[in-house]
Every structure is written in structure tokens, then in C-alpha cells.
């Protein structure tokens, strides 16, 4: 007789530590269900355990951070920062498959893979949504030594990283000339990137532009001498590579030793070791784009090849020629100049917001306004609002989403002692946006297994919807058209549809950089160096040097999340498509009152897959259409 398709999941996870085959198949005769009733009641008694235990382990964690995050906690101290890295739930799944509740769960709650979800998935109920959810819980039995061992292979990365600082002051031209100020250091590479589109019709800018632009080559190729990164004792002259300490020339400078290369490498082999414990999904690549992202690393790929070689990126880079009067570089991919708010007074809105705003308190205190000029009634407002949660922040802004339903989500915001300026209340809507989605997907669902959204990029879309409308929601902000037809116009299309050529390309070096590592398993990390150059050249060659020039150019490798953040960066261009697609979708909305109602609909779908959530949302799979349309529309105003 042919096996219950759960029964077949879970023999492939069994082993002989578990028990004998006999064990086994008393275990599927005791807690098979074998009617719809008891798999209903099944499923409520799993739903609530795991509700239970996702949430209080969030709850503990929350209180351990306190210290280390937050401004109005305890002074951290030793043990603070220990337990700072202490994750509660570490051992919960071999907990679990040695109670036998992850055998009991899954062979009555079989997994089904992306492809089912996105076919079979059209005809569920939100029922059945809920139970193949549930199948999705336990479907790898990675030993925990394993997963400690990707935990710390990404601590490395990330600790690589965070201390990856060039000392621009100690940059010299060929000439001998400093460019900057002795006390300029800046992070590769965001911080290097954003200096670059600062310098944007700055004095002598393009200079600056380009001595960033041969340091993030050197980067890239590994050809920086070490004794550049990371320290002020040598200056360096990026172009010829020479090395100078204390005004002595330095012959033959040690370049850095392929570092870069052997992080990824470090992470490649925890995945490796991964693998055999994943039977539904045996790769990273396939754990990451199935099981994480849920979209296909093949359907993105498809989709950013067709925007990056759409024509419309040849008709904006002819206005962007225009405007910078000059041919294009590789880095104006960093164009800034379509950003529409330049035009904004922004002392004159600082004052305004640290009046509106003098503590986190206040900006508490003002969460059911900001709702309900929203469009949202009076008592939805409240009750939102009454599960979001203000914190002063250590560091920089963030949302912490709730696991459960006793559980509050947390904005946290930065507020210096003179009260909110206008960019941290312009970051603080945006946390705002995801605190909102997460009360509604949490408090106002049906199911707590169909909880939270179907990735990040659709929470990000959440966010960006809120923060495009900051100004809208001050107390004087005008209703207006702006607020339910929140469609970017002009300017704003453009630079969306800019950045997205550009973190399309740098992901799409991303994701053909891992499917190389996965081919050549044993390369060394100089040969992944290679690769990845070779690999960032042909996606250059193809969609970016017929209009910014230069052939070969290995600029797309130089994301700093290449190496920290394995297979993340797809998930910007992502939620660009998602937010983009939304406006145009809200801005059918005749009222502010029927905008907030759609909105809410739209956000207690809930964790179906991103496909079967942007059908159900606005009626159209994730799609580029609606921004290249928006292109052309706006070119020929
Ligand atoms: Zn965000």
C-alpha cells in the first residue's frame, strides 16, 4: 500500500537513534489521524504549542537584549553581552524530534514544496494554507554542532565586514595630492558608496568619484595592499598601488591575502555540511530561494535580466547623461539625482518634528493620529496602536516584530535629547509601517500559522508605503491626492526605477556567484575570486556597459552583504517590485477610508507564498510591467 505522503517525510528523517523500524510504525498506528476532525484538533493543539514557545522564547530574548539595545535599560555589562548572543529556542528542534512531536507533526502535516504551494496552493482553503504551513515547521534535522558551526562562520563574515574601514585621508593621487580630511574614515562599501553620490555636483567631485571608484576595484580584485585596510599607518596611491610609511617608498606591498574570498568560502562549506540534513531542499541555494524567499532563484533571475536589458534604462541613463552633462561612468549606477525631496526645508520640519516629538513617548503617545489621518476608524487605530510599543534605541532604528498573541511589536527609534529630527522621523514612520503590518498579520488573522508576511521584501513594502507619506501624516500634512494615490510621479519613478537597475545587477551577480560555488565545491578562494570577477564582468558587458561604458568592469561585485549576508540582496530589488505594484493598486481607492481597509485586507493574507499573496493582493504575480510602463509614461511627459 502506497504511504501517506507525511508518513514517507518523516521515514526519511528517522534514524537509527530514534528507534527500530517497529518503533516507527507504532508511532504513525498511535498518532496518525485518520479522520478530518482529529487532524483539526491536532493542528489547534500544535498551533497553540507553537505559538507558546516561539513567543515566550521571543519574550526572553527581548528582556536579555534590553541592556545592549536600549537607551532607558541597565548599563550592559559582561554578562549582558554574553547573553546578548544566547538563543533561546538553539536546541528546540532536536528537542523536538527526540520527543517524536516533529514525527507526529509532520506525518500528519506533510511539506509541500514551492512549486505545489504556488498550483495546488490556488485552490486551498486558508485552512489548508494553515496545515501546509504547519508542514513546513520540521523539514531538515540539522545537528545543532552544524548549525553552530554557520553561526559562526557568519560571525567572522559579518566581524570582517563591520571592520573593513579605508582611511580616506591617507589616500594620495599620483600626483601626491589628499583628496580628505586626515580624520575621514569610511566602512566599505556602504559608506564609501553613499560619499559618492554626495559628491554629486560637489567641487572637484568627480575627482573624489573616481579615486572611490579604483578603491572598490582593488577591493573587488583583492589587489589592495593590506596594510591599506582597516589603518592609518601607510598612504596609499590606489591607482599605481604604491605604499608609502613614514615618506619611504614600500616595494612590493603584500596585497590582501584573498580574505574576502575565503568568508564566503567559510560560509559555503556550513552549507555544505547542512545539506545532507535537508531532504526537501539539499542546497543553500535551494534553502534560501525556496524555503526563504520563496521565489525561484531562476523566476528572479528572469525577472531582473528582463528590467536590466529593458530599453527604458537606455532612455533614463540619456537623461541622467544630460543633467550630469558628461558621458556616464560605471558608478553613476550611484546617480542620486532624481531624488525628488531635495527641495524640501528640512530645519524648518526638524523643528516641527522635535516639537511634535520630544521623546519616544510622544511619538507613543501620537501612534492613533497618524492611524486614523491614515484612514483607519477611531477603534481600529486604538487597537492597533495599543500593540506597538515605543523603545529609545541604542543603535540605529528598528522594528521587532511579535511572535504571538501576547506579545507586543516594538518600534524603536532614535531620539536625541533636543527630540525627533526630521530624518528620524522620516525612519521612524518607516518602522512605523512595519509595526503595522505585523500587529495586523498577527492580531487580525485567522490562522496564527498563516502569521507575518511571505518575506522580507514584503514588509519592506509596508514600511516604504508608510514612509513615503511622512508628510502627509504631520498634524498640518494634507490630505491629499498624494495619500491615497500614493503613485510616485516624475523624478520619484525614475530614481526607483534606477536603483533597481542597479541592485538587479549587483544581485544578480550575487545569485550566479553561489551556483558557480556550488559547481566548483572545491575551489580555493583565489579562484573564487576569479569566478566572481569573470561573472560580474559578463553581467557588466551584457546590460551596463552599453550605456555607462567600460568594458569588463567588476563594480557589481562590491556589495559588502556579498560576503556577510549569503543570497540577501535579491531581496532589496524584491521589495521594490512589491511596493511599486501596491500603489498602483491602493491608488484605485476613492476614499482614505477604503484605502486603510485594503491595506488591512492586503496584510492579513498572511504568510502564503509571494506569488499567491501578490495574486490575491492586487490580482498580478510580482511583475516588472507596472514600473516599466511607469517609465515610459513619465519619459513622455
Ligand atoms: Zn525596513
Known amino acids: 500500500?502506497?504511504?501517506?505522503?507525511?508518513?514517507?517525510?518523516?521515514?526519511?528523517?528517522?534514524?537509527?537513534?530514534?528507534?527500530?523500524?517497529?518503533?516507527?510504525?507504532?508511532?504513525?498506528?498511535?498518532?496518525?489521524?485518520?479522520?478530518?476532525?482529529?487532524?483539526?484538533?491536532?493542528?489547534?493543539?500544535?498551533?497553540?504549542?507553537?505559538?507558546?514557545?516561539?513567543?515566550?522564547?521571543?519574550?526572553?530574548?527581548?528582556?536579555?537584549?534590553?541592556?545592549?539595545?536600549?537607551?532607558?535599560?541597565?548599563?550592559?555589562?559582561?554578562?549582558?553581552?554574553?547573553?546578548s548572543g544566547y538563543s533561546p529556542?538553539?536546541?528546540?528542534?532536536?528537542?523536538?524530534f527526540a520527543n517524536k512531536l516533529a514525527f507526529i507533526t509532520i506525518i500528519n502535516f506533510p511539506h509541500y514544496t514551492l512549486e505545489e504551494k504556488n498550483t495546488l496552493g490556488r485552490h486551498w482553503s486558508r485552512q489548508e494554507w494553515a496545515y501546509a504551513r504547519m508542514g513546513d515547521v520540521f523539514t531538515t534535522r540539522v545537528p545543532a554542532e552544524v548549525k553552530t558551526r554557520m553561526a559562526q562562520v557568519l560571525a567572522e563574515a559579518e566581524n570582517y565586514i563591520a571592520d573593513y574601514n579605508i582611511y580616506m585621508g591617507n589616500l594620495r593621487t599620483e600626483d601626491n595630492r589628499q583628496l580628505w580630511p586626515e580624520d575621514r574614515v569610511l566602512l566599505s562599501h556602504w559608506n564609501l558608496r553613499d560619499e559618492l553620490k554626495a559628491l554629486y555636483g560637489a567641487e572637484n567631485g568627480q575627482e573624489k568619484q573616481e579615486m572611490i571608484y579604483q578603491v572598490m576595484q582593488r577591493i573587488v580584485n583583492q589587489t589592495i595592499p593590506q596594510s591599506a585596510i582597516n589603518s592609518n599607518a601607510v598612504l596609499w596611491q590606489p591607482y599605481s598601488n604604491q605604499i608609502t610609511k613614514n615618506q619611504s617608498p614600500i616595494t612590493n606591498a603584500p596585497s590582501e591575502p584573498y580574505t574576502r574570498y575565503a568568508r564566503i568560502l567559510d560560509i559555503a562549506h556550513a552549507y555544505f555540511a547542512e545539506d545532507p540534513f535537508c531532504p526537501t531542499a539539499p542546497t543553500g541555494i535551494i534553502r534560501n530561494f525556496e524555503e526563504g524567499v520563496e521565489i525561484p532563484a531562476a523566476e528572479l533571475d528572469s525577472l531582473f535580466r528582463a528590467l536590466v536589458g529593458s530599453e527604458q534604462v537606455a532612455a533614463v541613463a540619456s537623461v541622467i547623461r544630460?543633467?550630469?552633462?558628461?558621458?556616464?561612468?560605471?558608478?553613476?549606477?550611484?546617480?542620486?539625482?532624481?531624488?525628488?525631496?531635495?527641495?524640501?526645508?528640512?530645519?524648518?520640519?526638524?523643528?516641527?518634528t522635535r516639537k511634535l516629538y520630544p521623546d519616544a513617548d510622544a511619538f507613543a503617545a501620537d501612534m492613533p493620529r497618524l492611524l486614523t489621518q491614515m484612514g483607519f476608524a477611531a477603534d481600529e487605530a486604538k487597537a492597533i496602536a495599543s500593540r506597538i510599543v515605543v523603545?529609545?534605541?541604542?543603535?540605529?532604528?528598528?522594528?521587532?516584530?511579535?511572535?504571538?498573541?501576547k506579545e507586543d511589536t516594538r518600534l524603536r527609534t532614535r531620539i536625541a535629547s533636543t527630540g525627533m529630527d526630521y530624518k528620524?522621523?522620516?525612519?521612524?514612520?518607516?518602522?512605523?509601517?512595519?509595526?503595522?503590518?505585523?500587529?495586523?498579520?498577527?492580531?487580525?488573522?485567522?490562522?496564527?500559522?498563516?502569521?507575518?508576511?511571505?518575506?522580507?521584501?514584503?514588509?519592506?513594502?509596508?514600511?516604504f508605503l508608510?514612509?513615503?507619506?511622512?508628510?502627509?501624516?504631520?498634524?498640518?500634512?494634507?490630505?491629499?491626492?498624494?495619500?491615497?494615490?500614493?503613485?510616485?510621479?516624475?523624478?520619484?519613478?525614475?530614481?526607483?526605477?534606477?536603483?533597481?537597475?542597479?541592485?538587479?545587477?549587483?544581485?544578480?551577480?550575487?545569485?550566479?556567484?553561489w551556483q558557480w560555488i556550488y559547481a566548483h565545491p572545491k575551489a580555493t578562494p583565489k579562484e573564487l575570486c576569479e569566478a566572481t570577477q569573470q561573472i560580474a564582468k559578463d553581467i557588466w558587458n551584457q546590460y551596463y556597459e552599453p550605456v555607462l561604458g567600460e568594458h569588463d568592469c567588476i563594480l557589481l561585485a562590491i556589495y559588502s552583504h556579498m560576503v556577510n549576508a549569503p543570497m540577501y540582496l535579491?531581496?532589496?530589488p524584491l521589495g521594490h517590485i512589491v511596493q511599486y505594484q501596491l500603489e498602483e493598486h491602493l491608488a484605485q481607492c476613492k476614499t482614505q477610508a477604503e484605502f486603510a481597509q485594503e491595506y488591512k485586507r492586503i496584510y492579513c493574507l498572511g504568510r502564503l507564498t509571494p506569488k499567491e499573496w501578490m495574486i490575491q493582493a492586487v490580482g498580478q504575480a510580482p511583475s516588472i510591467d507596472p514600473i516599466l510602463h511607469a517609465v515610459k509614461r513619465t519619459l513622455q511627459k
Open 322 to 352: 544630460e543633467r550630469l552633462g558628461r558621458d556616464l561612468r560605471p558608478y553613476d549606477i550611484w546617480y542620486d539625482g532624481f531624488k525628488a525631496r531635495a527641495s524640501l526645508n528640512e530645519d524648518e520640519l526638524t523643528a516641527q
Open 1 to 83: 500500500m502506497e504511504q501517506p505522503r507525511g508518513v514517507e517525510q518523516a521515514a526519511a528523517l528517522w534514524t537509527a537513534q530514534d528507534g527500530s523500524q517497529q518503533v516507527f510504525e507504532q508511532l504513525v498506528n498511535d498518532y496518525y489521524c485518520t479522520t478530518d476532525s482529529a487532524r483539526q484538533a491536532l493542528y489547534e493543539s500544535l498551533s497553540r504549542i507553537f505559538e507558546n514557545v516561539y513567543q515566550s522564547a521571543d519574550m526572553l530574548t527581548v528582556e536579555l537584549l534590553r541592556p545592549t539595545q536600549l537607551t532607558n535599560a541597565a548599563e550592559p555589562q559582561a554578562p549582558d553581552w554574553i547573553m
Open 424 to 463: 528620524g522621523y522620516n525612519i521612524a514612520v518607516h518602522e512605523f509601517g512595519h509595526c503595522v503590518e505585523q500587529v495586523l498579520d498577527m492580531y487580525f488573522i485567522d490562522h496564527y500559522m498563516l502569521s507575518g508576511v511571505p518575506n522580507t521584501a514584503y514588509t519592506e513594502a509596508s514600511a
Open 570 to 572: 535579491p531581496n532589496y
Open 391 to 405: 523603545e529609545p534605541a541604542r543603535g540605529s532604528g528598528h522594528a521587532w516584530p511579535c511572535l504571538g498573541r
Open 466 to 513: 508608510w514612509q513615503h507619506r511622512d508628510l502627509n501624516l504631520l498634524p498640518n500634512g494634507k490630505i491629499n491626492d498624494q495619500m491615497v494615490n500614493g503613485k510616485m510621479v516624475n523624478d520619484e519613478v525614475l530614481d526607483q526605477f534606477w536603483s533597481m537597475y542597479e541592485i538587479m545587477g549587483v544581485s544578480l551577480v550575487d545569485m550566479s556567484m
Open 89 to 96: 529556542l538553539a536546541h528546540f528542534s532536536d528537542d523536538m
